[in-house]
């Protein structure tokens, strides 16, 4: 979809073509934030949860095959923490289990 946008874009000649487009853009973006909670992620396949220092993310992921049907596969969880000020991640798995 992407390559479809940016290829109509590229094809305008018009400014005030461009600029109405961006209008509409800007006031799609707006409210598409606006219908958003503010207390929830904006991405809904997204869950995390923190203990000590180490971020557990539930994720959605692409599997890279080309004519996959089921993608994105998941969710699964992920660890996600600092190590040398370079973010490290790790697999957990389909289920996160804590030790409280």
């Known amino acids: ?19 109405e487009m961006k209008g509409y853009i800007d006031a799609r973006i707006r409210a598409l934030e606006s219908q958003q909670p ?4 904006s991405e809904p396949s997204r869950k995390s949860e923190v203990v000590a220092s180490v971020t557990y993310r539930l994720e959605k992921v692409k599997c890279g095959k ?6 994105p ?11 040398n000020g370079k973010t490290k991640s790790k697999y957990i798995g389909k289920t996160l289990k804590i030790k409280e």
């Open 66 to 71: 080309k004519g996959c049907n089921k993608c």
């Open 73 to 83: 596969h998941g969710p699964y969880w992920y660890a996600y923490w600092k190590e």
């Open 38 to 41: 503010e207390d929830e992620p």
């Open 1 to 19: 979809m992407l390559k479809t946008f940016t290829a109509i874009i590229d094809r305008q000649r018009d400014i005030e073509r461009l600029q």
